[in-house]
C-alpha cells in the first residue's frame, strides 16, 4: 500500500509540473505529454515524405464543441486545442496527402493551430488558409491551453490564420489608429505591431494604435504574476534596452498562456515559448 502511495504522489507532482491542461488521446496511444520525439526521423514528413503506414497513428477523437460564455471572462472547463510540433523542419502541407504542395516548414517546439482530422493529418490554418501537418505522433501531439472568453478567441484565432506569414519591418498597418483603413495594406506581411492591431481589429473591433511605444499607452497594466490569455506582452530588446521611457519597447507579443506567446519577429508569424532571455526583456502587460 505505501509503494501506491508514494506512486500516486509522484505522478501527481508530475502532472502539477506540465503547463498544458490535458487533452484526450486517442485510444490505445499515450497521453501527449508522454510522447517522445525519438533520435531518428527516417523517412521523414521533414523531407517532405509520408511517414510509413505503420507508424501512423489511429485517427483521434475530435474535442467536444466549445461552448462559449456569453460574457468577456474565461470559463475553467474550456479549452483550446493546439498541435505541438515535435521535429524541426515539420512540412506544413495545402492538402492532407504527402504530394501535396508545401507551404511552409514549422520549427520543434511551436504550436499552430488545430481545426480538425483528417486520416493522417492534422488540419490547422497558414498563410491565412488551411493547411495540413502529419498526425504521426512523432512529429506532432495535441496540447490543450485554457481558453478564454469569446473575444479573446476570436483574437487568437485571427492571429492563429496568419502563422507563416512574413516578417516585414515597418510593414503598412491595417488602419491609423482610429478605424481610417490605409491604402496599401497587405496581410501578406506584418511586423509585431502591425500584426496585433490587425487581430485586436479583425477579431473584437479594438482599435490599437500603430506602434509598440504608442500601444503600450492603451488598455490597464498588469503585473507579470497577474498575466492571462489575450493580455499584449510588452518587451525591449538588445537595440533598444539601454534607453528610457517608450523609447524601450522595442516588441509586443499576444500572450496565450502556458508561456506561449503569438507574435512576428525577424522571420515569420509564430507561436512559441518565452524564452529566457525575452523574460528578461519584459517591460509591461497591458490588458485592453
Known sequence: MRNVLQTAALAAAMLATLPFAACAAPMGSAPPEMQEVPQTQTPSETQTQAPPEEQKPSRPETPPEEQTPDGGEAQEERQAVYLRVLVNGLNVREGADAGSRVLGQAEKGVLLGYSGDREGYFETRYLGKTAFVSANPRYTEKVCLEAGG???????????????????????????????????????????????????????????????????????????????RGDLLFFTNASRKDRTGVERVGHVA???????????????????PITPLRKSYFLEARRL
Open 254 to 272: 499576444l500572450y496565450l498562456g502556458g508561456n506561449y506567446i503569438l507574435h512576428t519577429a525577424s522571420d515569420f508569424a509564430k507561436i512559441e
Open 150 to 228: 469569446e473575444r479573446t478567441e476570436k483574437i487568437a484565432e485571427e492571429g492563429e490564420k496568419l502563422l507563416g506569414t512574413p516578417y516585414v519591418y515597418g510593414a503598412v498597418r491595417l488602419h491609423d489608429g482610429t478605424g481610417r483603413l490605409l491604402k496599401n495594406f497587405t496581410a501578406a506581411q506584418f511586423d509585431c505591431s502591425s500584426l496585433m492591431q490587425y487581430i485586436f481589429y479583425r477579431g473584437a473591433g479594438v482599435l490599437l494604435d500603430v506602434t509598440t511605444r504608442t500601444q503600450i499607452r492603451q488598455g490597464e497594466g498588469v503585473a507579470w504574476e497577474d498575466i492571462r
